[in-house]
T-cell receptor
């Protein structure tokens, strides 16, 4: 199956700093990338959807100025958590949808565990 | 009402048992149905996907979709301890702009 690489797998940062998470599709071109947030024992909460070369579409309640998403190419999307606070601590997961082949599946990265202290 | 409902479990079964995992949904426009497996502290891994109604089999896994009942199932035969994980159902409408996930069912297969 297609491989989505997410980096870093975990990060600890100080409150008030910014953290960038990268999501790369390694062996395919991703039409669309999704960013999710997952709290312990809960399902994935979609934060935003990004299409290559255009602005991300944010879900209701997600602050676009706090969670900056850039999708500069068909293989790379980044999520930057700006001015992070302890309540931003969570598991962040990206997902990429395969371009072509009927756009059937979405493949997930390994996730990034963010801890803000 | 949530778009997708899934019993969170946990579901505990002995090794070798047949496992049945289910989701119900409310949006009749859903056409693509997926099952993901997620190990602790890892991203979800796609297990199977089906289009519209019907069955699909892949090794020990069988996915069923009953659109008339808005009900989907994942069966795992000869379950193994390595199958212990959280299983998420997901579904999408035709244009795939958004995936709707269930809350996940935690499965524990005891040796």
């Amino acid at each position: 199956g297609a491989v989505v690489s997410q980096h870093p797998s975990w990060v600890i940062c100080k409150s008030g700093t910014s953290v960038k998470i990268e999501c790369r599709s390694l062996d395919f071109q991703a039409t669309t990338m999704f960013w999710y947030r997952q709290f312990p024992k809960q399902s994935l909460m979609l934060m935003a959807t990004s299409n290559e070369g255009s602005k991300a579409t944010y879900e209701q309640g997600v602050e676009k100025d706090k969670f900056l998403i850039n999708h500069a190419s068909l293989t790379l999307s980044t999520l930057t958590v700006t001015s992070a606070h302890p309540e931003d601590s969570s598991f962040y997961i990206c997902s990429a949808r395969v371009r072509g082949l009927g756009n059937t599946e979405a493949f997930f990265g390994q996730g990034t565990r963010l801890t803000v202290v | 009402q949530k778009e997708v409902e899934q019993d969170p479990g946990p579901l505990s079964v002995p090794e070798g048992a047949i496992v049945s995992l289910n989701c119900t949904y409310s949006n009749s426009a859903f056409q693509y149905f997926m099952w993901y497996r997620q190990y602790s502290r890892k991203g979800p891994e796609l297990l199977m996907y089906t289009y519209s109604s019907g069955n699909k089999e892949d090794g020990r896994f069988t996915a069923q979709v009953d659109k008339s009942s808005k009900y989907i199932s994942l069966f795992i035969r000869d379950s193994q301890p390595s199958d212990s994980a959280t299983y998420l159902c997901a579904m999408s409408v035709y244009n795939f702009n958004k995936f709707y996930f269930g809350s996940g069912t935690k499965l524990n297969v005891k040796p």
